[in-house]
């Protein structure tokens, strides 16, 4: 619990311009008098910019900024002062958007440029907490694994995490694509618990037709709650051709890149699922993968052929996103990069590594 005055800052949203290089913020203020106020904007903790104001809405421009990206993750701080309240923020100077390549595929892009967004289906599953992480560490932990194995960002799958987590992605570079089954009633406020969140790049509202009713018009109300995302209007089944991918899930069979009459984003939003037993970290008697291999070894080189043969090909033909199933282990599904205690990582991260290399440069 916190201490505030009686007249106090209860809700702040960020919202920067990446083409105006300027932020707006809006302040939600509970008090009969709104009062004169200070904003200042630091960078690596020295003052860049300061700016007083006395209305619910400011904005501040930025002369020059750092760009935020996964390879750069770079965070201001904001420090706002509003009568005897005082709060402290941050926010990253990006812009998520859609440009075509020479070809004419429509590609994702951050701050203007083609990324290649290569991650993994993250289900934030654990061990000994289910839903929830043991320890900050062991979040941090998880985080800079992946990062080190060369993925640029996580497919967050039905859940919402804790905000601790969204700050490690976002000072930590991982590109997040949030996905959970919104009804309508939820949709808005999920949307701005997380608004302020620099990494989240695109909005899932359905996945593999769970729940899924009027895609096209979730998608378009959406749309009008935040306009700075993209959004895959339906993960993997039932497509209805609106939002900004064709999005789809492949397993037991060879992926082929198909043609979309739509000018979408080819995204292969769920693939692999490639399953290892190890020994002493299994939860379930009952094992269960897509495929199964019976050591790391014979695991990581069916990895490495499935991106060589399947996946990398395919960018060149306009494929923009790749996201390997999956994380961890969880309960009887064997397939995660990690085993569920997080203890053994079953993959060979050398080769992980240059596969990721090779996909963000032909990709990016």
């Known amino acids: 619990m916190e201490y505030v005055p009686f007249e106090y800052l209860r809700s702040l949203r960020i919202t920067p311009s990446y083409i105006e290089s300027t932020v707006d913020f809006e302040l939600d203020w509970v008090g009969e008098v709104f009062p004169e106020s200070i904003i200042s904007i630091y960078a690596d903790g020295k003052l860049e910019t300061e700016k007083c104001f006395c209305s619910q809405k400011v904005t501040v421009k930025l002369e020059s900024f750092r760009s935020w990206s996964p390879n750069d993750p770079f965070l201001y701080t904001v420090r706002i002062t509003l009568g005897k309240d005082s709060v402290e923020s941050y926010f990253g100077m990006r812009e998520f958007s ?29 061990s000994d907490g289910l839903y929830t992480a043991p320890s ?75 729940g899924q009713f009027d895609a ?19 993960s ?39 399953s290892c037993p190890t020994e002493g970290h299994m939860a379930s008697d ?3 993968g897509y495929r199964m291999y019976v050591d790391t070894q014979s695991l990581t080189t069916a990895f490495d052929a499935l991106y060589r043969n399947e996946v990398l090909p395919s960018v060149q033909l306009g494929l923009s996103v790749s996201i390997y199933t999956q994380v961890s282990d969880i309960e009887d599904k064997i397939n995660g990069l990690f085993t569920y205690d997080r203890a053994v990582i079953k993959l060979d991260s050398i080769i992980v590594s240059q596969i990721n290399s090779e996909l963000r440069k032909i990709g990016g």
């Open 98 to 126: 859609i440009i075509h390549d020479s070809n004419g595929h429509a590609r994702l892009a951050l701050n203007g440029k083609p990324i290649f967004h290569t991650g993994l289906l993250d289900q934030g599953y654990w």
């Open 136 to 210: 900050d560490e062991a979040m941090i932990w998880e985080l800079t694994e992946i990062k080190r194995m060369g993925f640029n960002m996580l497919r967050k799958h039905i859940k919402i995490e804790p905000l601790r987590w969204y700050y490690h992605c976002d000072r930590l570079g991982h590109g997040i694509t949030e996905g959970r089954a919104i009804f309508e009633a939820d949709m808005k406020n999920t949307v701005m618990l997380l608004y302020n969140t620099v990494s989240i790049a695109v909005w899932v509202p359905f996945n593999e037709g769970w």
């Open 216 to 234: 096209c018009l979730i998608a378009e109300k959406l749309r009008k709650i935040d306009s700075l995302r993209l959004i895959d209007s339906a």
């Open 236 to 274: 993997g089944w039932h497509d209805q051709h609106c939002g900004d991918f064709q999005s789809r899930h492949i397993y037991y069979k060879e992926y082929h890149l198909k043609p979309d009459n739509y000018d979408h984003i080819h995204a292969l939003t769920e693939f692999g699922g490639y």
């Open 286 to 288: 009952k094992l269960f």
